[in-house]
């Protein structure tokens, strides 16, 4: 999905010049672009929102973006809002584990 935004110049350039040194030094996941840079950012915090416990969670809770709901503490498996279909086939599966 292509998703079109506006950022703050100053904060542009501050990633583009984290980029260049990605690029001239290398880092432990390096990012060629702009774009590259901010997918990854973007990816680690849709996996914090379903991942309790992950390292990628401690990042929205440090950054003071996790929901006040029980429902943001429990673990997703797939990105999205829970479906009742979804829910409904792991509340069976958990019951027939029981039997």
Same mark, same amino acid.
């Given at each position: ?31 060629? *672009? ?7 950012? @973007? ?5 914090? #929102?379903? +991942?309790? /416990? ?6 929205l ?15 997703? *498996? ?7 279909? @979804?829910?409904?086939?792991?509340t069976? #599966?958990? +019951?027939? /584990?029981?039997?």
């Open positions: 999905m292509k998703v079109n935004f506006e950022i703050d110049e100053a904060v542009a350039r501050e990633l583009i010049y984290l980029v260049t040194l990605h690029q001239q030094h290398g880092a432990p996941n390096p990012q060629d *672009s702009l774009e590259s840079l901010l997918a990854y950012v @973007a990816s680690a915090i849709a996996d914090g #929102s379903r +991942r309790p /416990g992950s390292w990628e969670r401690q990042l809770e440090m950054m003071g973006l996790v929901p006040d709901t029980e429902e943001a503490h429990q673990y997703r *498996s797939t990105y999205g809002a829970p479906s009742w279909d @979804a829910d409904m086939q792991e069976n #599966s958990n +019951r027939e /584990g029981e039997r």
